[in-house]
């Protein structure tokens, strides 16, 4: 199916590994002019170049550590100088860690709410001039943010403000025809869950796949898909929604 985004542009965050990189190339092979930015130098880096270059098209991976909002200015400037309007805005960049809740320092607190959180709010904010009608920003949310999970308090605190955060956006942006909605993850196996010791990594697949109704896990290229659909006219009257991509999961 044609979805009919040649042409558009789109704006990624932490679009090196993962989800973010499976979004990135995704919309790219869809048409679209992406950028995307990461904050360490690495082979992911260099090798999500060279695909973006075997597919085609005018593509840019910059440089940007979301947890500074001077960084995240610059970034939009940078953007702003290549283009005069996004069509997409994909908030994918976050961070977690795993700290028992009465050992949770202000600082691992606030090192959290600055890439999951005030990132999204700045990225956003800064491309308001960007936006127009038919617009779409997509936000990266996850199920925990509806059940809690033990030792990520700080995590699942700014997935379930996201969730406030694009409703509250959905309403005062949607008379300009801007639409805000966020992508609820399940469990998706990523190279941080391949990159674990064997026996670990079996357990995770074990337990994680056994609490969804496909019983597997989910890729990235199925959170692609989701937000392909977002990014398209399909979803022209979707805005403010929590969507689920978590195979079922409970």
Same mark, same amino acid.
């Given at each position: ?24 190339? %995704?919309?790219?092979?869809? =048409? ?31 440089? %940007?550590?979301? !947890? ?10 940078? @953007? ?18 795993? @700290? ?32 127009? !009608? =038919? ?28 969730? =406030? ?16 909605? @966020? ?10 869950? *391949? ?20 019983? *597997? ?13 977002? !990014? ?8 403010? !929604? @929590? ?8």
């Amino acid at each position: 199916m044609d979805l009919q985004l040649t042409g558009k542009k789109a704006l990624v965050t932490g679009g090196t590994r993962g989800i973010g990189r499976g979004i990135v190339l %995704a919309l790219a092979r869809a =048409g679209l002019e992406v950028f995307t930015c990461y904050s360490q130098e690495g082979e992911a880096v260099d090798s999500l170049q060279r695909e973006l270059k075997e597919i085609g098209g005018e593509h840019r991976v910059l440089r %940007a550590d979301l !947890a500074q909002p001077t960084q995240i200015t610059s970034l939009l400037d940078e @953007v702003k100088t290549c283009t005069d309007h996004l069509d997409v805005v994909v908030n994918n960049a976050g961070t977690i860690s795993h @700290v028992p809740y009465a050992k949770l320092s202000v600082e691992e607190w606030n090192r959290i709410v600055a890439v999951n959180l005030t990132a999204a709010h700045l990225v956003i904010q800064h491309s308001l001039p960007l936006l127009r !009608a =038919g617009s779409s920003v997509i936000n990266i949310g996850s199920k925990s943010s509806e059940v809690g999970i033990p030792l990520r308090s700080h995590y699942t605190a700014t997935k379930a403000a996201l969730r =406030g955060l694009t409703r509250s956006l959905a309403k005062e942006l949607g008379d300009q025809g801007i639409r805000v909605n @966020v992508l609820a993850l399940g469990v998706i196996e990523t190279e941080a869950l *391949r990159a674990l010791p064997p026996d670990q990594q079996k357990l995770m697949i074990e337990r994680y796949s056994s609490k969804t109704a496909l019983g *597997r896990l989910g890729t990235p290229d199925e959170v692609a898909g989701a937000v392909l659909w977002l !990014a398209s006219d399909l979803s022209r009257y979707v805005t403010g !929604a @929590v969507v689920p991509v978590d195979g079922g999961i409970s």
